[in-house]
């Protein structure tokens, strides 16, 4: 059989370059050598490289987070140079990004999501107006980024001032959200037309973070986390239901996962990430693991529902 040409992109300019490039190494790793030729293209540096490679590349993975990769930037461009890649295209990756917009379509569409606040930089913001509304604790998060950047749990109202400055450090766009406590629980989609939710996933941050930050994330041993959640089976429904429904919500293609916590029953929705984290050990490739898709195969299902969806396209754009 022909090999399939496939572009990897990873690295890029947002801040989670880094967390780009270790699951871009991963990623070609595992990628099976007999059916595919890859090249690897970084964003920050090889964009002029990947144009004029175009018509010799059958299919891209795109691995990057945050801005200028998850955004829809990069998928528009592939668009423009016919090249199918994996998951959302620009409306829904533009649309998931920005968890403002998220937000404002979730509720639209009776998803649940935290109560919240949205600021512009050039608003003037009362900290102890928006305490009296939402009530303590808050999180401050920048509408735009991802990997828990830019983002405080605020307990105190005098450390409110300090987070909103913080999160406008990265976005011209904040949320204020109040804090739920509860079970954090995260699930994946994966499919095109036929949508499969994976199995449910319970993050447990470790002793010292107050939630699923940024060291939670990356540093091995930071965060417990459990395959299937010890839920039982009518809530596993319940968030597998609000993430099929999350990924349809925003016009996500391919796969997705959805951040939920769990309180008294109740479920809130926090984000879906179109791009979700692609090493061997992240929570998708976890679940996906449960479901029985090893992290190759799993890679070989994207790649396959990309091109899918691309040839679906191609042959409506024909008649
Ligand atoms: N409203 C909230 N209530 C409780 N925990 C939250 C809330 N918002 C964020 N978190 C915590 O912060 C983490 C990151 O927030 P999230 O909205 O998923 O953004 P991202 O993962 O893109 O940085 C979550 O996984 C969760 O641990
Ligand atoms: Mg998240």
């Not at 029985?292 to 396959?304: A, H, K, N, R, W």
Request: proline share 4%; hydrophobic share 40%; with cysteine.
């Amino acid at each position: 059989m022909k090999k399939i040409r496939l572009a990897l992109l990873s690295g890029g300019v947002s801040s989670e370059r880094e967390v780009s490039l270790n699951s871009g190494k991963q990623v070609f790793e595992a990628l099976d050598k007999d059916k595919y030729d890859i090249t690897l293209y970084d964003p920050k540096t090889d964009l002029k490289q990947l144009v004029i490679d175009a018509d010799k590349i059958d299919a891209a993975l795109i691995i990057l987070h945050g801005p200028f990769g998850e955004d829809g930037t990069v998928q528009g461009l592939l668009d423009l140079l016919d090249i199918p890649y994996q998951g959302a295209g620009v409306l829904g990756s533009a649309m998931a990004m920005n968890k403002l917009v998220a937000k404002r379509l979730y509720d639209g569409a009776g998803i649940p999501t935290p109560s919240y606040l949205s600021f512009s930089m050039n608003e003037k913001i009362q900290p102890s107006k928006i305490v009296d509304e939402l009530d303590l604790p808050l999180v401050v998060k920048p509408a735009c980024a991802g990997s828990s950047v830019g983002m405080t749990l605020v307990k105190d109202e005098s450390d409110l001032q300090d987070a909103i400055n913080l999160g406008f450090e990265h976005d011209d766009t904040l949320i204020i959200e109040k804090y739920i406590k509860g079970i954090e629980l995260t699930c994946g989609v994966l499919g095109n037309d036929e949508l499969e939710a994976l199995p449910v996933i319970e993050i447990i941050p470790g002793v010292g973070h107050d939630f699923f930050d940024y060291k939670a994330k990356y540093v091995a041993g930071e965060t417990n986390e459990i395959c299937p959640a010890r839920i039982d089976e009518t809530t596993t429904k319940k968030v597998q239901e609000l993430a099929v429904k999350a990924h349809q919500t925003l016009f996500l293609k391919g796969y997705s996962r959805t951040d939920m916590i769990l309180y008294n029953q109740n479920l809130s929705v926090l984000e879906t990430n179109t791009i979700p984290g692609m090493t061997a050990t992240s929570l998708f490739p976890q679940s996906a693991q449960v479901a029985g898709y090893s992290f190759t195969e799993l890679l070989d299902e994207l790649i396959q529902l990309s091109i899918k969806e691309h040839t679906k396209q191609e042959l409506r754009r024909s008649t």
